[in-house]
């Protein structure tokens, strides 16, 4: 019998993989493959994440922070552009989903709404895109260094209603710090985004 835990789960995806592996040929596409696994178990690896699985070339992987499974989806996106800048003949889109709850671990393996969800949200994510269920963005706050923006909500096949989703805001590495610096200048009385 499985025990319950309250974890982040997360799962990714990467768009276009098959077309870009059919034109690299099985040498070159291997290559490539690996070098995406190694980035994504480093990103893993600093934000204190554990691989629960790949599927594919996706990953589903865990975390007991919120804040850490957030910063390694935008990590994850930040390595694939990286690549992509160096590589555009080899361009490929990273989408990420992201949910937070209680599920439950049998055999290593973990079952329930929340890893339903966060498949689901990353399946309906673009390339370069990061969605997060509503939790998520209510557990971090607003003291967070990522800013999660509210969109209308998604149906996800097999969840009962629309479910309320966020976009995580990302930006390139050299970008990154102008960002974090801005909100600290704000007046008490400016608006604030979501955190």
Not at 119 to 145: K, P, Y
Not at 146 to 161: D, N, S, T, V
Request: with cysteine; charged share 25%.
């Amino acid at each position: 019998m499985g025990v319950t835990k309250t974890v982040t789960t997360l799962f990714t995806d990467v768009v276009g993989s098959t077309e870009l592996m059919a034109r690299l040929g099985p040498v070159e596409a291997e290559a490539r493959r690996a070098w995406h696994f190694s980035n994504i178990r480093g990103a893993l690896a600093v934000h204190r994440g554990t691989e629960v699985k790949t599927l594919g070339d996706g990953f589903m992987a865990t975390f007991d922070s919120t804040a850490d499974a957030v910063g390694c989806a935008v990590t994850m996106q930040r390595a694939v552009d990286r690549e992509n800048e160096k590589r555009p003949e080899q361009s490929i889109g990273l989408r990420v989903g992201l949910s937070t709850g209680e599920v439950t671990v049998e055999e290593g393996d973990y079952f329930g709404i929340p890893v339903v969800t966060a498949s689901r949200l990353c399946a309906a994510a673009e390339g370069g895109q990061i969605l997060a269920s509503e939790v998520v963005r209510m557990l971090l706050g607003e003291g967070g260094i990522h800013r999660l923006e509210p969109l209308a909500p998604i149906e996800l096949k097999g969840l009962p209603g629309p479910t309320a989703v966020c976009r995580v805001d990302w930006d390139a590495e050299e970008n990154f710090a102008l960002r974090v610096a801005l909100p600290q200048r704000r007046s008490s009385t400016s608006p604030k985004t979501c955190a």
